[in-house]
């Protein structure tokens, strides 16, 4: 398997990380991954990531796994994949001639953050260039009024909302929830309204003015799909948000909920990403409202903090599924083997400059620590996160909770 994995990898290294060597497929060339799977000649051999971030880190050892090569594109040529990728395209998101240049070093192209051109992706689907997840779902997810309107079309429960630009009058009264249409992650494009001081403190940017959700819990899950249509769901999960940050801080699994909610949360996971005719992993964000209802929050197209836990606790990872779906692989199975809960390391408030990791040696064994080797750190940066593993959910919980307050990321400036 090592070997193989070379191969590819030297393939991308021979030419200078300008392609790949076309001797790889040379009639009655085989590949086997680790869990058994024949792939003719012409199979993929190298996934090209449209960013460069940690979910591309975290896709790498996975990628080693099954012999696949990675390039990844992102504008800092120091981003978290940068180290251990076969090959780094620095370009911006929304420039086509990166992410032609990109496409033209793999043989399937898919994304790990939002903001990427769709159109240059779209052109680049319409040459023959293999997409997965396509550009159009892309295009439809990366513009969040998009997004709830094509919920609302399939007829998926979600929040009341409007499209709103700054200046007019809101089309709801507060309090309500701000969302630019465009580029917000990470808690950032995202605010509660409650009085007009809130409101005039908004940037200048399009966005939609969500209805308030009374919620009692929110649960996520994600879907794996592959490009022959077969469907997986992965364990439903709870999540707890920071409320203040607008990101999401601890992740529960499994989750704890009345059967048919938990049903509900598959079949409407099941029905969008069927509706968008989905390749690769879709994470989808609910909120349980004290009504008992059942909305879609979210979704996002890639893999998801809300998974950070498979790469433990479950089976196949979130992000080799996500690599065996866009590269044509069976999918694996999405088993959960125990309780887990993880939670973010962020920033800590005020930290810049060159990141100091705090609590970060451990030798515990039921305890997993990621760091993301961002170059700089700011407040509320996603720097880590931490997955505790153990036999149930309450002792999963009490652990995360003693070993989190030691665990920090301050900056070379205090
Ligand atoms: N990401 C993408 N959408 C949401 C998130 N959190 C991940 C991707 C991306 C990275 O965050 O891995 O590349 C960017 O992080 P930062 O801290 O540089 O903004």
Redesign the pocket.
């Known amino acids: 398997m090592q070997g193989r994995t070379a191969s590819a990898v030297d393939a991308v290294n021979k030419t200078g990380g300008r392609g790949y060597d076309t001797s790889f497929f040379s009639p009655g060339r085989f590949m086997t991954s680790d869990k058994g799977t024949r792939r003719p000649r012409g199979a993929v051999r190298v996934v090209g990531i449209a960013?460069?971030?940690?979910?591309?880190q975290m896709m790498l050892p996975a990628a080693a796994e099954l012999g696949l090569a990675v390039v990844v594109l992102?504008p800092?040529p120091q981003?978290?994949a940068a180290g251990e990728a076969q090959g780094v395209v620095v370009g911006e998101f929304q420039s086509a001639a990166a992410l032609r240049e990109l496409a033209g070093r793999c043989d399937v192209l898919t994304f790990?953050?939002?903001r990427i051109n769709a159109a240059a992706l779209a052109e680049l689907e319409a040459e023959g260039h293999v997409v997965r997840p396509s550009a159009a779902t892309l295009a439809t997810i990366q513009d969040k009024l998009e997004q709830k309107r094509f919920l609302a079309r399939h007829d998926i429960p979600t929040s009341a909302f409007a499209a709103w630009e700054s200046g007019t009058p809101l089309p709801r009264a507060l309090p309500c929830v701000w969302k630019a249409r465009r580029d917000g992650?990470?808690g950032r494009g995202v605010a509660i309204l409650r009085d007009q001081a809130d409101v005039a403190a908004l940037p200048q940017a399009p966005a939609l003015i969500e209805a308030l959700v009374d919620i009692d819990y929110e649960l996520a899950v994600l879907v794996a799909r592959g490009h022959d249509g077969t469907l997986l769901h992965y364990p439903v999960v709870e999540i707890v948000m920071d409320d203040a940050a607008h990101v999401m801080d601890t992740v529960v699994a499994p989750a704890v909920a009345p059967a048919a909610v938990m049903a509900r949360v598959r079949e409407l996971a099941t029905r969008v990403a069927e509706a968008f005719d989905y390749v690769g992993i879709l994470a989808l964000e609910f909120f349980v409202g004290r009504d008992g209802a059942v909305l879609v929050n979210e979704v996002s197209p890639?893999p998801h903090?809300s998974g950070h836990y498979t790469i433990e606790a479950c089976a196949t990872s979130q992000f080799e599924q996500h690599l065996r779906a866009v590269a044509g692989l069976p999918l694996g199975s999405t088993a959960l083997r125990g309780a887990a809960v993880t939670f973010n390391v962020l920033g800590a408030p005020g930290a810049r400059g060159r990141p100091c990791y705090l609590g970060f040696d451990r030798d515990d064994a039921d305890v997993f620590v990621h760091c993301y080797d961002?170059p700089e750190v700011r407040p509320g940066?996603?720097m880590a996160h931490v997955t505790v593993l153990a036999g149930d959910r309450d002792a999963a919980l009490a652990r995360a909770a003693a070993i989190k307050p030691g665990i920090r990321v301050e900056g070379s400036n205090v």
Do not use: T
């Open positions: 960013g460069g971030g940690q979910l591309a992102d800092d981003c978290s790990e953050i939002e992650y990470d890639r903090n961002k940066r996603k």
